[in-house]
C-alpha cells in the first residue's frame, strides 16, 4: 500500500511538472517569440560531436529530449560502475555500520 502510495505521489509529480512546462518556457521567454536563433558551429567539428552538433540545429526539441534522457542514463551507469569498484576494494556500501559507529 505505502509503495502503491509512493508511486502515485512520484507519477503525479512528474505528470505536474511535464504540464508546467510550456508555461514555464514562456514565462522564461517573456512570453514573446525569440527573434534570434542560435546555432552550433559545426565547421571543424567530425564525428559524433558533428552528429550532436547537427542534431541540435535541426531539432532543439529532439536535441532537449535526449538530453534529458542520456545525463540520467549515464549518471546510473557510472554510478553502478562506481558501486562495482567500491565493493571490489573493499568499500561496502550496503552495510552502514562501520560509518555510523
Given amino acids: 500500500m505505502k509503495k502503491m502510495r509512493k508511486l502515485m505521489t512520484w507519477l503525479a509529480g512528474c505528470a505536474f511538472m511535464l504540464a508546467a512546462m510550456p508555461g514555464m518556457a514562456l514565462a522564461a521567454g517573456g512570453g514573446k517569440e525569440a527573434a534570434v536563433v542560435i546555432v552550433a558551429d559545426t565547421r571543424k567539428l567530425d564525428g559524433i560531436l558533428?552528429?550532436?552538433?547537427?542534431?541540435?540545429?535541426?531539432?532543439?526539441?529532439?536535441?532537449?529530449?535526449?538530453?534529458?534522457?542520456?545525463?540520467?542514463?549515464?549518471?546510473?551507469?557510472?554510478?553502478?560502475?562506481?558501486?562495482?569498484?567500491?565493493?571490489h576494494i573493499g568499500i561496502d556500501l550496503k552495510h552502514r555500520e562501520l560509518a555510523e559507529k
Fill in 50 to 87: 558533428y552528429w550532436w552538433a547537427e542534431m541540435y540545429n535541426e531539432s532543439h526539441l529532439f536535441f532537449a529530449i535526449l538530453t534529458m534522457l542520456i545525463i540520467p542514463i549515464v549518471g546510473c551507469i557510472l554510478g553502478w560502475l562506481a558501486d562495482i569498484v567500491m565493493t
